[in-house]
């Protein structure tokens, strides 16, 4: 079955448009069956945080293990960096909303498929209509592949704003390079940057 014949895709897009709050599309999307491998291997659905009137909109590749079991979004290793670095530019986590491309782990941490991604897309797309921030910060390949589609290299469209959607959009890389490669590492002097940016741009936004 082809993506664009996966009857899924179309079932979640029509859920999540019908959802008329961000409380509401919660409620339906952590009953989501659509993925069976992720729904056997999960322990709970991740759907996200969002905060009112929050401004900033981060998205990142799937829950890993620790969100799987807690529920929520970036509470691990590469969490705690993020929140290390919001504090230090002045954007507190909780006046951020935060989700994933997928809402379900994937087994062992495994990169998320295309048609995972095509499917979940969904509840994502009306995540950002019903929040409408006016920046969305992808973090790491697979939500930069979320936003622009494929054939964009991360480091060709990292460090400036994109219009995207009514509203900016701000590439950059995961958290979870950024301990990869290690405090000296391009990543997490890119991430950094970015983050920079992303704060210093919001007063230009409004």
Same mark, same amino acid.
């Given at each position: 079955?082809?993506?664009?014949?996966?009857?899924?895709? $179309?079932?979640?897009?029509?859920?999540?448009?019908?959802?008329?709050?961000?409380?509401?599309?919660?409620?339906?999307?952590?009953?989501?069956?659509?993925?069976?491998?992720?729904?056997?291997?999960?322990?709970?659905?991740?759907?996200?945080?969002?905060?009112?009137?929050?401004?900033?909109?981060? /998205?990142?590749?799937?829950?890993?293990?620790?969100?799987?079991?807690?529920?929520?979004?970036?509470?691990?290793?590469?969490?705690?960096?993020?929140?290390?670095?919001?504090? $230090? /530019?002045?954007?507190?986590?909780?006046?951020?909303?935060?989700?994933?491309?997928?809402?379900?782990?994937?087994?062992?941490?495994?990169?998320?498929?295309?048609?995972?991604?095509?499917?979940?897309?969904?509840?994502?797309?009306?995540?950002? $209509?019903?929040?409408?921030?006016?920046? /969305?910060?992808?973090?790491?390949?697979?939500?930069?592949?979320?936003?622009?589609?494929?054939?964009?290299?991360?480091?060709?469209?990292?460090?400036?704003?994109?219009?995207?959607?009514?509203?900016?959009?701000?590439?950059?890389?995961?958290?979870?390079?950024?301990?990869?490669?290690?405090?000296?590492?391009?990543?997490?002097?890119?991430?950094? $940057?970015?983050?920079?940016?992303?704060?210093?741009?919001?007063?230009?936004?409004?």
């Amino acid at each position: 079955m082809t993506r664009s014949a996966d009857p899924a895709v $179309e079932h979640i897009r029509r859920t999540a448009v019908d959802c008329a709050s961000l409380d509401v599309l919660r409620d339906r999307c952590v009953h989501c069956v659509a993925c069976p491998e992720l729904v056997a291997e999960r322990h709970t659905v991740v759907p996200g945080e969002f905060p009112a009137a929050a401004r900033v909109l981060l /998205v990142g590749e799937a829950p890993g293990a620790q969100e799987d079991m807690s529920g929520r979004p970036f509470v691990g290793k590469g969490g705690q960096l993020l929140n290390r670095l919001l504090d $230090e /530019v002045g954007l507190p986590r909780e006046s951020i909303a935060v989700a994933n491309t997928l809402k379900c782990r994937p087994p062992a941490n495994r990169t998320p498929t295309r048609a995972e991604m095509h499917r979940c897309r969904g509840w994502l797309d009306r995540q950002v $209509e019903l929040a409408d921030p006016r920046l /969305v910060v992808t973090l790491g390949g697979t939500a930069l592949s979320w936003a622009l589609g494929t054939g964009h290299r991360l480091g060709d469209v990292r460090g400036r704003l994109h219009a995207w959607r009514a509203r900016s959009l701000l590439p950059t890389y995961h958290p979870s390079a950024a301990l990869r490669f290690g405090p000296n590492g391009a990543p997490m002097a890119a991430l950094a $940057e970015d983050l920079r940016l992303a704060a210093a741009s919001l007063a230009d936004l409004a």
